[in-house]
């Protein structure tokens, strides 16, 4: 099940898989980088 994949704050349905991964992925490092930099805690690798 695909659900809705957002890039760079514009909505868009994955018509493939690959798609989706990627913009998951951007998705998640974004979100990733906003909180370290929001609450000063170490990225954690």
Do not use: H, N, S, V
């Not at 909505?11 to 930099?37: C, F, H, M, N, V």
């Amino acid at each position: 099940m695909m659900g809705k994949i957002y890039e760079e704050g514009r909505g868009g349905i994955a018509t493939d898989r690959e798609k989706a991964q990627l913009w998951y992925q951007r998705a998640a490092a974004k979100g990733e980088e906003r909180a370290i930099r929001k609450t000063g805690m170490p990225r954690a690798d």
